[in-house]
């Protein structure tokens, strides 16, 4: 996987009625015209699924695009709504990689696994509605260490 070439998404599980998908799509497709090809979503709920979903769909347009999933464990959908566990293992099989530890849920998976996706990456499009002490902004936050390029779909800072 080539860096400089990838894009990784991180925001919040709780998607309000500021996220416009023409922008998440705009900012995708604004990516893919500088050569971004890698597109890695953390495959928990919320808007890693929705991005992980939009790039499936703009691979019809964007062929050479790939999503890559990074799971934080392997049992992370333990909890989850069977609904949604369906839309995650659809997910899964149409990815063009996943990256599903051998181990399960422990204390900090979920922080190693947005760092994971962070180190991967030169871009990164984030819904980060707050600037609280959430996964989202701490990841931002790490990713702003990390001099990676950042687009707020949210319009916060």
């Known amino acids: 996987m080539t860096k400089e070439f990838t894009c990784c998404f991180t ?22 015209n500088k050569g971004v090809y890698i597109f890695i979503a953390g495959g928990a709920l919320g808007f890693d699924t929705i991005c992980a979903q939009q790039v499936l769909l703009m691979k019809e347009k964007y062929p050479q695009i790939q999503l890559h999933i990074y799971a934080p464990c392997n049992n992370q959908t333990e909890r989850w709504k069977m609904s949604d566990i369906k839309i995650y293992e659809e997910i899964l099989k149409k990815a063009d990689f996943v990256d599903m530890p051998d181990f399960p849920y422990y204390v900090g998976c979920m922080k190693d696994r947005n760092y994971k996706m962070v180190d991967s990456s030169a871009y990164c499009i984030a819904y980060l509605n707050t600037t609280s002490q959430s996964g989202t902004a701490q990841t931002v936050r790490y990713a702003k260490s990390k001099h990676l390029t950042i687009y707020n779909i949210a319009g916060k800072e």
């Open 11 to 32: 925001g919040h599980r709780v998607v309000g009625n500021d996220l416009s998908i023409d922008t998440l799509r705009r900012g995708i497709e604004y990516l893919v």
